[in-house]
């Protein structure tokens, strides 16, 4: 689904929004953004991704660098996926 995402040098900015990628989406995305290192906003306001891909998420954001702005508004995250988040966040000064 995101695959080209692994081997982007140029796309800094991706709009996601309202494209209900939902959890399996999201870990999809996930795994991309572990080897990409142009992305810096990623936008995925209303995707319902849940706390299973938010943590996903927050996982692949432990060794990507790159994405410094992250919009998760509307996601239906509940409070795991928020702590595993936050976590992140706090470690890499990264923007939600």
Do not use: C, P, W
């Not at 140029?10 to 996930?30: C, F, Q, R, V």
Request: charge should be negative; glycine fraction near 6%; avoid cysteine.
């Amino acid at each position: 689904m995101f695959e080209a995402l692994k081997t982007n040098s140029t796309l800094t900015t991706l709009d996601l929004t309202h494209n209900s990628i939902g959890s399996d989406g999201a870990k999809a995305l996930a795994e991309a953004l572990k080897t990409n290192s142009a992305l810096t906003t990623l936008d995925l306001y209303n995707n319902s991704i849940g706390s299973d891909g938010a943590k996903a998420l927050a996982e692949a954001l432990k060794t990507n660098s790159a994405l410094t702005t992250l919009n998760l508004q509307y996601n239906s995250i509940r409070d795991d996926g928020a702590m595993a988040l936050a976590e992140v966040s706090k470690a890499r000064n990264l923007l939600l």
